[in-house]
Nanobody, 126 residues
Framework: HVQLVESGGGSALAGGSLRLSCTVS????????MGWFRQVLGNQREGVAV????????TYADSVKDRFTISQDNAKNTVYLQMNSLKPEDTAMYYC?????????????????????WGQGTQVTV
């Protein structure tokens, strides 16, 4: 049974920081494309940050570049999203996602439809 469990959400003041964690029960872990997405009620889910560990490449939405950092700890099967300089417009439900494929990220890494497994989400309020 595949599980993605997010944690670390909560409230922060504008300009503050939060770190989200997502522990993944998928094996192997260190070659999968993993991503963070967010959704505001009534809006479509959007990609925030994606990591392709095999290619050692990360991709960010323009709105979070230079403020958010995605990383992973293979020993803990965990992917992180460090969020700095938070803005009110970052308020959303944040979801962790993983692809079933072991061959890295697709050509459109920020497309939610290309991800197979999802966490339950964690709320971030700024």
């Amino acid at each position: 049974h595949v599980q993605l469990v997010e944690s670390g959400g909560g409230s922060a003041l504008a300009g503050g920081s939060l770190r989200l964690s997502c522990t993944v029960s998928l094996y192997p872990f260190n070659t999968r494309c993993m991503g963070w997405f967010r959704q505001v009620l009534g809006n479509q889910r959007e990609g925030v940050a994606v990591i392709d560990p095999g290619a050692r490449r990360t991709t960010y939405a323009d709105s979070v570049k230079d403020r958010f950092t995605i990383s992973q700890d293979n020993a803990k099967n965990t992917v992180y999203l460090q969020m700095n300089s938070l803005k009110p417009e970052d308020t959303a439900m944040y979801y962790c996602a993983a692809r079933h494929s072991l061959i890295g990220c697709p050509s459109r890494p920020m497309n939610p439809s290309d991800y197979d497994f999802w966490g339950q989400g964690t709320q971030v309020t700024v």
